[in-house]
């Protein structure tokens, strides 16, 4: 089946994406982050150092709404899937909403694993230059 859509994902997948976000991302039981991160991204920690880590490869977003994120899928193939996760603050939180690209790649026991988060962001172009 040709995936095109973001819920067309399985649900372990999907899973794996929102339990990276609400934990890694949020900077909340971030121990429960360990089993769907890539070898490559929690490269040089242990799942102590993961859980106690003060600095995470991964950019947080603390005070996120996980009841709000939006996903769109960029692409999927058998190697590798690219979503864009929208996300905003909780009410009260002064965050702005931010968009990221998160990368997932096949793990063991064919299981999705996420291997890339960065935020999207372009910088602006001058007018008149």
Known sequence: MLI?????????????????????????????????VAPTLKAGYTPTQWKQAEELPVVPYPGVDTKHVQYYLDYASTKEILVEVGLAGKPGVSTRPVTFQLGLVPGAHGRWLVDYWMPRWTPPVQQGQ
Request: hydrophobic letters at 35%.
């Open 4 to 36: 095109k859509t973001y819920a067309q994902l399985d649900p372990q997948t999907r899973s794996a994406v929102k339990t990276f976000i609400g934990t890694a991302v949020a900077r909340q039981h971030v121990d429960q982050s360990w089993d769907v």
